[in-house]
């Protein structure tokens, strides 16, 4: 975790804390993902929060690619969330299954890059059954479209002996 202000806490990918201008990183380093947590933990300290252990196995586990267009993670008690530079969130869930979660995350942008289409959100808390969610394109705005009706005549006829609400004729 980067020293910094308090985070929001349900952060987005465009909304995770920057980290601190006074940390320096190593040179050839492009950025360090942001961990998001309410724990408050010191510079050149041990992680011992279990929340922030968890997403960075998260984080060690994803392929190197995807990896390096990392964001940030949130963690919390029932999940883990990694959010991605131009690309979906992943939600893991816990960190059970992680191996099985990665190749099920790997499979799932796999078939969304195959056709072209983005992904916007990936669900891999359960493995076996894994959610993604595609970018929509816009709704088109069309012009609507006129109804044509046939002519009708002004002057209705009914044939004789039919029955009729407007005609009220006796016996």
Known sequence: ??????????????????????????????????????????????????????????????????????????????????YVRAGPTIEFGDTGALAGKVLAL???????????????????SVPDRPLGAPLLPAPSVQAPTPTVTAPTSSATSTPQNTPSATRTSMP
Not at 8 to 21: C, G, H, K, V
Not at 114 to 123: E, L, N, Q, S
């Open 106 to 124: 790997k499979a799932v942008l796999g078939r969304y890059r195959a056709r072209h289409v983005t992904c916007t959100f990936v669900d891999v």
């Open 1 to 82: 975790m980067l020293p910094g202000p308090s985070p929001s806490p349900a952060p987005s990918s465009t909304s995770l804390p920057q980290p601190s201008a006074s940390i320096v990183l190593p040179h050839g380093t492009r950025h360090l993902p942001v961990i998001v947590t309410d724990a408050s933990l010191r510079v050149g300290g041990t992680v011992t929060d279990p929340h922030v252990r968890n997403a960075l196995a998260v984080l060690a586990a994803l392929p190197r690619p995807l990896r390096r267009t990392v964001l940030g993670a949130s963690a919390t008690e029932t999940s883990i969330r990694v």
